[in-house]
């Protein structure tokens, strides 16, 4: 199973980006897939999540202006909006096949990079 993350790039300060996650192989249902972001200095964080059948969560700092959404059981999005500066990080979209441990993920994909500059 892999986790192909894409989207990233350079962004100015409010604009926008969107970042796409697909999973490749064997499983054909992911219960729960999100997005981390690593900033710099600061340790991993989960930044939004999305679990079949749950509203989506969010981290404080970007409820307002970050969507997660799915396309299908294998696909998730994240549309950022308004960036700031203080977004600028690696971000990691990750998945899990059944959901059943809060804040597990299997799987993880790597990192795509977000720069908002300002």
């Not at 970042?19 to 939004?48: D, F, H, K, T």
Request: charged share 20%; hydrophobic share 35%; net charge positive.
């Amino acid at each position: 199973v892999q986790l192909q993350a894409s989207g990233g790039g350079l962004v100015q300060v409010g604009g926008f980006l969107r970042l796409s996650c697909e999973v490749s192989g064997s499983i054909y249902r992911m219960q729960r897939m999100g997005w981390y972001r690593q900033r710099p200095g600061n340790q991993r964080e989960l930044v939004a999540s999305d679990s079949i059948g749950s509203d989506p969560e969010y981290e404080d700092s970007v409820k307002g202006r970050f969507t997660i959404s799915r396309a299908h059981a294998r696909m998730v999005y994240l549309q950022m909006n308004n960036l700031k500066p203080d977004d600028t990080g690696v971000y990691y979209c990750a998945a899990d096949r059944f959901g059943w441990v809060a804040g597990r993920y299997e799987y993880w994909g790597q990192g795509t990079l977000v720069t908002v500059s300002s």
